[in-house]
């Protein structure tokens, strides 16, 4: 079983890093590392957010954010806006290519989530689910 989960995530993280090379290349967003997708992800589900928030929800310091966020604005994917209430807070929002980045990889999940139901029965479909369900749960506990 060990052995067979081992392959099991090497092959789901290679083939899910190929899908989302190729829709980079589609897309023209293929020059963005792992870390900078990540801080996207977490803006688009935060909303407009601070530094220290995105900092938080990843799990890094601020100083990381800082300079990824610093990096995604000049390259034109996010914007800061100072706080009228707190000069020193910056709120962080995604420009109209970092929407569009989201949406592209939402549609490489979709596709790559409509391969592998392909390959299943729809009960297998259903105890896979359930799974994935249960694994989801106890990595967010840990």
Request: no cysteine; aromatic share 6%.
């Amino acid at each position: 079983m060990d052995k067979l989960l081992i392959e099991f995530i090497n092959t789901l993280d290679l083939s899910l890093k190929k899908m989302q090379k190729e829709t980079g290349d589609r897309s023209g967003f293929s020059t963005l590392t792992i870390s900078q997708l990540q801080y996207i992800d977490a803006i688009h589900s935060l909303g407009e957010p601070t530094i220290t928030t995105i900092a938080e929800k990843l799990h890094i310091t601020k100083a990381s954010v800082t300079t990824g966020i610093h990096k995604l604005s000049s390259m034109g994917y996010v914007t800061k806006t100072r706080s009228k209430d707190d000069k020193r807070v910056f709120y962080i929002s995604l420009t109209e290519a970092g929407e569009k980045l989201v949406e592209a990889k939402h549609q490489t999940l979709k596709e790559y989530g409509d391969f592998v139901n392909a390959a299943l029965t729809e009960d297998e479909a259903r105890d896979l689910e359930k799974i994935l369900t249960k694994l989801v749960k106890l990595f967010e506990q840990a």
